[in-house]
């Protein structure tokens, strides 16, 4: 079930100046970015004036915070502001960060951490956020109160050409998306990591980062070819005080914007010229959907009366998957990246003004909490379901009854007392009878729908569990089963994946769910 969403909550943006790069400072590449506190400026032209400041105009803008190029990983987590997501995913909100920014100029690094996001010690200063995500949220189980638990399931998927890819499982090729009311659009058939530990979702993390797909051009040598999304949702166990939840938090690297004069795919074969027109149209998508979500809502509501504003979400594949987060249910954070060199002021200068739109996107955060039925639920809800039904045979007998009794001593019959009506003239044992019984059935009636709007809470469990049954009906084909069995064997994790001996137990519950629901 869904509670709040009367709240607004605009998008949040930080962005953060990558520092020169050696390469960059040997050849005596001015600089272009200057920032001050909040605020940061766009110098148009190099070089400095007489009294040594920018020469030329310059751009400024002001965001919710900015990270300048001296400072870590560690001091961006704290200062961007994704705790507050998380808390707010511990709470029942799903909460979405996703980097922007063209090619070379940090995402993956802020995002995964160093070297493509390859595996960092825990509590590295290198780690990157999902790196710390996964951290503070497990800090975070560990401080719940008594009785409270919170369960880990993890995903990590790519988008490559437009298409989404299992990155825990890339034999099953692409996946198609779906809609449906209770997710939105997700991608069908996704591996999902049930995970207990810290250890499990670092596991998780490093399978799907090993998947990636990367290459290398004249920008960037560890390029990203496909914009990633690792998602982690949390089940949380209710208390006396507070109510199961379910919160999800999504953490989104997107690959950059090229340029084929800076990068040179064109030179790199025609797969790298495919791929790089793939990123850069996604992109293009992604910016009209800023840009349309970004006016006001007086604007927004005018032309919608008249049928013109329609964010362009189904345009794409990254949109669609990104559409909660950009005007939806979710909360949001988007870390703009840019680079100080005068050689990418440009691209530079698109960033910011996209990250400036999109500050002005607000969301309507949704809590989501969890009501399962119990199994004394189910027995009562079948009881009163039995009863209606014993009462609905019983009242057209009763008013048979009624009929037979209610006869004029002369032969001619009174006038018919209506269903659940007392007539003022005539009250009899029967008509009593019926009007007690028809009040029976309709407070049945009222107990039988309130607990069936308990049972409609469980349909989202009820796919959930037919997502696992698919899953597991994939992990039993010869070559899925032998990949996943020679990794976890390899890696020796206490990693709890969906595996093939609980299906009967699964299916089974299916079976249960379905006959109830019928």
Not at 171 to 177: K, V
Request: charged share 25%.
């Amino acid at each position: 079930s869904h509670s709040g969403g009367t709240d607004r909550a605009n998008v949040e943006v930080v962005v953060r100046v990558r520092p020169m790069l050696s390469h960059e400072r040997a050849r005596g590449e001015p600089r272009r970015v200057h920032c001050d506190g909040r605020t940061v400026s766009v110098q148009m032209a190099d070089g400095t004036d007489s009294t040594g400041g920018p020469r030329g105009m310059t751009k400024d803008f002001s965001f919710q915070a900015l990270v300048g190029e001296d400072a870590g990983q560690g001091d961006f987590f704290e200062a961007s502001g994704a705790k507050r997501l998380l808390d707010a995913a511990m709470d029942g909100y799903a909460s979405t960060i996703f980097a922007y920014g063209q090619t070379g100029c940090g995402k993956t690094h802020t995002i995964a951490g160093p070297d493509g996001g390859a595996p960092q010690p825990l509590g590295s200063e290198n780690a990157g956020l999902i790196a710390r995500t996964c951290e503070y949220l497990a800090d975070r189980a560990n401080q719940l109160p008594p009785g409270a638990r919170c369960h880990f399931r993890a995903s990590f998927l790519e988008i490559y050409n437009d298409q989404a890819y299992d990155l825990l499982n890339p034999s099953a090729g692409p996946l198609c998306e779906r809609w449906n009311d209770t997710q939105g659009h997700f991608v069908e058939n996704l591996f999902v990591v049930n995970c207990e530990t810290l250890e499990d979702l670092t596991t998780v993390v490093g399978e799907g980062v090993r998947n990636r797909r990367v290459g290398s051009h004249a920008k960037n040598l560890d390029s990203s070819r496909s914009h990633a999304i690792f998602s982690i949702e949390l089940d949380i166990d209710g208390t006396d005080i507070t109510p199961a939840r379910r919160g999800k938090v999504a953490l989104v690297d997107l690959a950059g914007s090229e340029r084929l004069k800076g990068t040179k795919s064109d030179e790199r074969g025609a797969q790298m010229l495919r791929e790089a027109g793939h990123v850069n149209r996604s992109l293009f998508v992604l910016g009209k959907v800023i840009a349309a979500l970004a006016k006001s809502e007086r604007d927004s509501f005018r032309k919608s009366q008249t049928g013109g504003f329609l964010p362009p979400y189904r345009d794409s594949l990254l949109t669609k998957l990104l559409m909660d987060s950009l005007g939806g249910n979710s909360h949001a954070l988007m870390v703009a990246c840019v680079s100080p060199c005068a050689a990418d002021y440009e691209e530079t200068l698109s960033t910011l003004f996209y990250a400036s739109r999109a500050g002005r996107i607000r969301n309507r955060p949704t809590r989501r909490t969890i009501s399962e039925p119990t199994e004394s639920m189910m027995d009562e809800l079948q009881q009163l379901r039995q009863e209606v039904a014993e009462l609905r045979l019983r009242v057209p007998q009763a008013i048979a009854r009624q009929d037979g009794a209610v006869v004029g001593g002369d032969g001619g019959a009174l006038p018919r007392l209506g269903v659940g009506r007392a007539s003022p003239r005539l009250s009899t044992p029967l008509a009593t009878e019926t009007a007690a019984l028809e009040r029976r059935m309709r407070e049945v009636e009222d107990q039988s729908v309130q607990l069936q709007s308990l049972l409609d809470d469980a349909v989202a469990e009820n796919e959930m569990l037919r997502h696992t049954v698919r899953a597991m009906q994939r992990a039993e084909s010869p070559g899925s089963s032998s990949r996943d069995s020679s990794k976890r064997s390899g890696r020796g994790t206490s990693t709890s994946v969906i595996q093939t001996d609980g299906g009967s137990s699964v299916e089974s519950r299916l079976a249960e769910l379905r006959e109830d629901f019928e």
